[in-house]
């Protein structure tokens, strides 16, 4: 529940009512009350609108996972997975981009403008292997680039994963990370 819920909002949500309540205990004389709404609803407040500049939005799942796919996951989902999976779906702070840093490192964001963005996950089952797939807007960086870093990106993100990328149209590529059976 709380991945869900912006800390900037919460932030100025608090903030903001400590603040409106020292003004109301200042009109009314009350000066404890005062005090308080002054020196902790100011703070929140500031720190809320800060947090809210600096707000990253959760990346949307563009299918909803099936109960098949969700046990599937519990069963084969490797840590980076999950680690992915969680953070590029909760409020992030500070970031400029789900992301940025791992495409920087890849070699796939030549610079902030033409960094590819990620607009969608989904999870599926790709031969029978659990997948998160990562969809991305790639106007300025081509699938052939995407393709020569493709074992650079397995190595990245492994081990136990197998990526295939794929350009479902234009300017969107999709990078599916598999999780592979080590026996």
Same mark, same amino acid.
Request: zero cysteines; glycine letters at 8%.
């Given at each position: 529940?709380?991945?869900?819920?912006?800390?900037?909002?919460?932030?100025?949500?608090?903030?903001?009512?400590? !603040?409106?309540?020292?003004?109301?205990?200042?009109?009314?004389?009350?000066p404890t009350l005062n005090l308080i709404g002054?020196?902790?609803?100011?703070?929140?407040?500031?720190?809320?609108?800060?947090?809210?500049?600096?707000?990253?939005?959760?990346?949307?799942?563009?299918?909803? !996972?099936?109960? *098949?796919?969700?046990?599937?996951? &519990?069963?084969?989902?490797?840590?980076?997975?999950?680690?992915?999976?969680?953070?590029?779906?909760?409020?992030?702070?500070?970031?400029?981009?789900?992301?940025?840093?791992?495409?920087?490192?890849?070699?796939?964001?030549?610079?902030?403008?033409?960094?590819?963005?990620?607009?969608?996950?989904?999870? !599926?089952?790709? &031969?029978?292997?659990?997948?998160?797939?990562?969809?991305?807007?790639?106007?300025?960086?081509?699938?052939?680039?995407?393709?020569?870093?493709?074992?650079?990106?397995?190595?990245?993100?492994?081990?136990?994963?197998?990526? !295939?990328? *794929?350009?479902?149209?234009?300017?969107?590529?999709?990078?599916?990370?598999?999780?592979?059976?080590?026996?």
């Open positions: 529940m709380f991945r869900k819920i912006p800390l900037g909002l919460l932030g100025l949500v608090v903030g903001l009512s400590l !603040t409106l309540m020292g003004v109301v205990a200042y009109a009314l004389g009350k002054f020196f902790y609803g100011v703070p929140l407040l500031l720190g809320g609108l800060a947090l809210k500049a600096a707000e990253l939005k959760p990346t949307p799942f563009s299918v909803p !996972t099936s109960p *098949e796919i969700l046990s599937l996951r &519990e069963q084969q989902a490797t840590p980076t997975q999950n680690q992915i999976r969680n953070d590029v779906t909760r409020y992030r702070y500070g970031q400029e981009a789900h992301l940025d840093d791992s495409l920087e490192r890849l070699g796939l964001s030549p610079n902030d403008e033409e960094r590819p963005i990620l607009k969608g996950i989904r999870e !599926t089952a790709i &031969e029978g292997q659990y997948a998160l797939i990562l969809e991305f807007d790639s106007p300025f960086v081509p699938l052939e680039t995407w393709q020569q870093q493709r074992e650079k990106i397995e190595k990245f993100f492994g081990p136990g994963i197998r990526v !295939t990328v *794929e350009q479902v149209e234009e300017s969107e590529i999709e990078a599916a990370l598999i999780a592979v059976n080590e026996e």
